[in-house]
């Protein structure tokens, strides 16, 4: 890019922090009009639209979205070159953002992310909610990926994307039997109590179909829709418990709580969601690279 003006930079930078034109023309003493004409030149001068107006809000393209990641990096290496002069260097690093949906194994974000954790040019940020609200973000270029258990709808016109990372088995877990009696699925559930993933997970779904055809109405102690809660729970109570075994990975190593038994035909997927983008972040290059991207018939 032929002379970039750090100014109209600094200026874009100003507003994008901001979220309002106004309010960072007043920081900046200027007026919003003369700020507008500033970002308007950088705009021209970038051959991108850097902000588009949503109501009375000035939300990010995706092009200012990656021009306020490297305006960030450049208005930091000034604070850089001070401590560095100081004998205090500051490292440079990329910024990848994930939206991970609420109820997800923290085990497998943990393994997801293991190849950019502790590198020190990478941050993380990690974002948790659920899924209309995490697709926003990824729309409005506020995360660079979605993990989700299930992939995102899609049509002609949808620019997402779904990466199946992964499919585990899902079993029952529970303390281990003092009598050492082997369990026998499914006719020990008509009197072992059951924990559970709540309605909404299509573990769940499938399980009770499960256990519907075999005709066992079990006795459900509780129905929790976070697997981290989901894992304490098995671990304090008597019954036994539906989670992927990667959600209780470490009990299970520890002894804490064994496998009974695996459900037969009921699996959990893993999904990596992402928008198709003109600038995509290079660092899910690092994470996606094993992966395959999800045929549109397989993404309802």
Same mark, same amino acid.
């Given at each position: 890019?032929?002379?970039? %003006? #750090?100014?109209?930079?600094?200026? +874009?930078?100003?507003?994008?922090?901001? $979220?309002?034109?106004?309010?960072?023309? /007043?920081?900046? %003493?200027?007026?919003?009009?003369?700020?507008?004409?500033?970002?308007?030149?950088?705009?021209?001068?970038? &051959?991108?639209?850097?902000?588009?107006?949503? $109501?009375?809000?000035?939300?990010?393209?995706?092009? $200012?979205?990656?021009?306020? =990641?490297?305006?960030?990096?450049?208005?930091?290496?000034? =604070? @850089?070159?001070?401590?560095?002069?100081?004998?205090?260097?500051?490292?440079?690093?990329?910024?990848?953002?994930? &939206?991970?949906?609420?109820?997800?194994?923290?085990?497998?974000?943990? @393994?997801?992310?293991?190849?950019?954790?502790?590198?020190?040019?990478?941050?993380?940020?990690?974002?948790?909610?659920?899924?209309?609200?995490?697709?926003?973000?990824? /729309?409005?270029?506020?995360?660079?990926?979605?993990?989700?258990?299930?992939?995102?709808?899609?049509?002609?016109?949808?620019?997402?994307? %779904?990466?199946?990372? %992964?499919?585990?088995?899902?079993?029952?877990? &529970?303390?281990?039997?003092?009598?050492?009696?082997?369990?026998? +699925?499914?006719?020990?559930?008509?009197?072992?109590?059951?924990?559970?993933?709540?309605? =909404?997970?299509?573990?769940?779904?499938?399980?009770?179909?499960?256990?519907?055809?075999? &005709?066992?109405?079990?006795?459900?102690?509780? /129905?929790? =829709?976070?697997?981290?809660?989901?894992?304490? !729970?098995?671990? /304090?109570?008597?019954?036994?418990?539906?989670?992927?075994?990667?959600?209780?990975?470490? @009990?299970?190593?520890?002894?804490?709580?064994?496998?009974?038994?695996?459900?037969? @035909?009921?699996?959990?997927?893993? #999904?990596?969601?992402?928008?198709?983008?003109?600038?995509?972040?290079? !660092?899910?290059?690092?994470?996606?690279?094993?992966?395959?991207?999800?045929?549109?018939?397989?993404?309802?």
């Amino acid at each position: 890019m032929r002379d970039l %003006n #750090y100014n109209h930079l600094r200026y +874009f930078w100003a507003v994008a922090h901001e $979220g309002s034109l106004t309010r960072a023309a /007043e920081h900046m %003493n200027l007026s919003p009009s003369s700020l507008s004409v500033q970002i308007q030149k950088l705009e021209h001068r970038m &051959g991108h639209p850097l902000f588009e107006r949503v $109501g009375r809000k000035l939300v990010l393209t995706e092009a $200012g979205q990656i021009a306020l =990641d490297y305006a960030d990096t450049v208005f930091k290496a000034g =604070d @850089e070159l001070m401590s560095t002069l100081r004998g205090r260097p500051l490292a440079s690093r990329q910024i990848l953002r994930v &939206g991970a949906l609420t109820t997800l194994s923290r085990n497998f974000q943990l @393994e997801f992310l293991r190849p950019l954790v502790g590198r020190p040019d990478v941050e993380l940020v990690v974002r948790s909610g659920n899924i209309r609200d995490l697709l926003a973000q990824l /729309e409005a270029h506020a995360v660079d990926v979605v993990l989700a258990n299930s992939a995102a709808p899609r049509d002609a016109r949808s620019s997402l994307r %779904n990466y199946l990372l %992964n499919e585990q088995p899902v079993s029952l877990v &529970g303390r281990p039997r003092s009598d050492k009696r082997k369990f026998r +699925f499914p006719d020990d559930l008509r009197t072992e109590p059951l924990l559970l993933p709540s309605l =909404d997970s299509d573990i769940r779904v499938a399980f009770d179909r499960i256990l519907e055809l075999a &005709g066992i109405r079990p006795t459900i102690l509780a /129905e929790v =829709d976070d697997m981290a809660m989901l894992r304490l !729970l098995a671990r /304090e109570r008597e019954g036994v418990t539906l989670v992927p075994p990667i959600v209780v990975r470490d @009990e299970l190593a520890a002894g804490i709580l064994v496998e009974h038994c695996r459900i037969p @035909e009921v699996t959990e997927s893993f #999904y990596a969601i992402i928008q198709k983008r003109r600038f995509p972040n290079r !660092l899910l290059a690092d994470l996606l690279s094993p992966t395959v991207s999800t045929a549109p018939q397989a993404s309802r």
